[in-house]
């Protein structure tokens, strides 16, 4: 990384908010407003954070969560710990990591995943490799989400896109594509925020003939934070 890269990160102003703040990583504001538009988090709901080192996403989801919620930070690199936020070492690719998520907590209301690969800077072999990653998310997703929760993952725009889109609305009752205000312009990053989780038969798709579980609605949980 040059110093021009350096100059440009410290001129940042979410990145000057975030050393402010206390925030670990500027992308804390990111999951901020994707919560602001989607109103994804309630007070008392128990959050997996995919991804998670440094800790931006878990700061917020903790702080949104409340004292009632609980948090559950993941990454295959180590992390300092956060108070009110337990940490899991592992790959998400890993299908241990799966088992041991689905012992842990079985039903999460929210499942966040802003994994993003090595990049080689051979845009398609990034961009599959960010679709990957995505993909795993939504399989721990699919495993832990109880119905009606909600699943944030990021990727990167590319040919896969839309396919993959309209792949996660079989499992939810909407889902969108969305790009937050702290996303650096030249990037091409994007959020899959999902909606409405719908579970499936195991082993199988929909079942013929039977209506998706009904979503809890938001009075039924804790109210809003923030």
């Not at 901020?32 to 709901?45: N, P, S, V």
């Not at 495993?143 to 839309?162: D, H, M, N, T, Y």
Request: overall charge positive.
């Amino acid at each position: 990384m040059g110093k021009a890269w350096v100059r440009r990160r410290k001129s940042d102003r979410y990145y000057r908010a975030a050393k402010r703040e206390g925030f670990r990583s500027r992308a804390a504001y990111k999951l901020l407003q994707i919560d602001e538009r989607f109103a994804l988090l309630y007070e008392g709901d128990t959050v997996v954070d995919l991804g998670a080192a440094p800790g931006g996403w878990s700061q917020v989801a903790r702080g949104l969560v409340g004292p009632k919620g609980r948090v559950v930070a993941v990454d295959i690199l180590p992390q300092a710990a956060l108070e009110g936020v337990e940490f899991v070492r592992g790959d998400v690719a890993d299908a241990a990591l799966e088992e041991e998520l689905a012992a842990r907590v079985p039903q999460a209301h929210a499942v966040l995943s802003d994994i993003a690969p090595h990049l080689s800077g051979n845009w398609t072999l990034d961009h599959a490799r960010s679709m990957a990653a995505v993909r795993d998310a939504w399989r721990v997703a699919r495993r832990i989400l109880r119905p009606g929760g909600c699943f944030v993952a990021k990727g990167f725009q590319g040919e896969e896109s839309l396919a993959l889109l309209e792949a996660l609305r079989e499992d939810f009752d909407s889902v969108h594509a969305h790009a937050p205000r702290a996303s650096l312009k030249e990037s091409r990053e994007y959020y899959l925020v999902a909606k409405g989780f719908r579970p499936r038969p195991s082993g199988s798709g929909p079942a013929p003939g039977t209506s998706p579980p009904r979503r809890p609605s938001p009075a039924a949980r804790g109210p809003r934070r923030g």
